[in-house]
T-cell receptor, first 112, second 115 residues
Framework: AQSVTQLDSQVPVFGEAPVELRCNYS??????LFWYVQYPNQGLQLLLK??????LVESINGFEAEFNKSQTSFHLRKPSVHISDTAEYFC??????????FGKGTRLHILP | ETGVTQSPTHLIKTRGQQVTLRCSSQ?????VSWYQQALGQGPQFIFQ???????GRGNFPPRFSGLQFPNYSSELNVNALELDDSALYLC??????????????FGPGTRLTVT
């Protein structure tokens, strides 16, 4: 069975500071990994994904995540956050079957 | 290109009633998945429909049922509503020939409140 653990339920960070949102997964087979973002009162948007190939994946708005198979991690990072990054971030895993397994989410608070 | 749309946006029902939620998939997508997101939780997979047939189901009771239509739109039906069914219900569609989970695009959701 697959599972996803997001180690922090909330992460406060000052504007323009770096941030890391942690994610660990468990799976007995090869997986695909995702980060989704949910802005207040909205649905989920795919931020980035790892399917195969390079273990470092990037989004168009400055986020990146690195797939680490030995540590079963897929942490999300951004070198400098902006107030517009305030949102809930969900790490998710799939083994290309019929469903995505989501973590419980990490709420990113950008402090003034 | 129109994205995934869901209706209604909000809904209030009484315990024991039945509800139908609707989803229109993104153009060119033939697979629809439904998720339940309780307050403060991540989305939980309910089921998926591919070519009008159920293609996988999560740990939800039979009173959660669905349909997919020839135009790939979908309905989620919940009978005998319980208070714990209060949640945001998300629909996601996947493009042709990639009905695996790695290309799901989500709608804005329907917020269901059961009183």
């Amino acid at each position: 069975a697959q599972s996803v653990t997001q180690l922090d339920s909330q992460v406060p960070v000052f504007g323009e500071a770096p941030v890391e949102l942690r994610c660990n997964y468990s799976s007995s087979v090869s997986v695909y990994l995702f980060w989704y973002v949910q802005y207040p009162n909205q649905g989920l948007q795919l931020l980035l994904k790892y399917l195969s190939g390079s273990t470092l994946v990037e989004s168009i708005n400055g986020f990146e995540a690195e797939f680490n198979k030995s540590q079963t991690s897929f942490h999300l990072r951004k070198p400098s956050v902006h107030i517009s990054d305030t949102a809930e971030y969900f790490c998710a895993v799939s083994n290309r079957d019929d469903k995505i397994i989501f973590g419980k989410g990490t709420r990113l608070h950008i402090l003034p | 290109e129109t994205g995934v749309t869901q209706s209604p946006t909000h809904l209030i029902k009484t315990r024991g009633q039945q509800v139908t939620l609707r989803c229109s998939s993104q153009s060119g997508h033939n697979t629809v998945s439904w998720y339940q997101q309780a307050l403060g939780q991540g989305p939980q997979f309910i089921f998926q429909y591919y070519r009008e047939e159920e293609n996988g189901r999560g740990n939800f009771p039979p009173r959660f049922s669905g349909l997919q239509f020839p135009n790939y739109s979908s309905e989620l039906n919940v009978n005998a509503l319980e208070l714990d069914d209060s949640a945001l219900y998300l629909c996601a569609s996947s493009p042709l020939n990639t009905h695996g989970a790695y290309e799901q695009y989500f709608g804005p959701g329907t917020r269901l409140t059961v009183t």
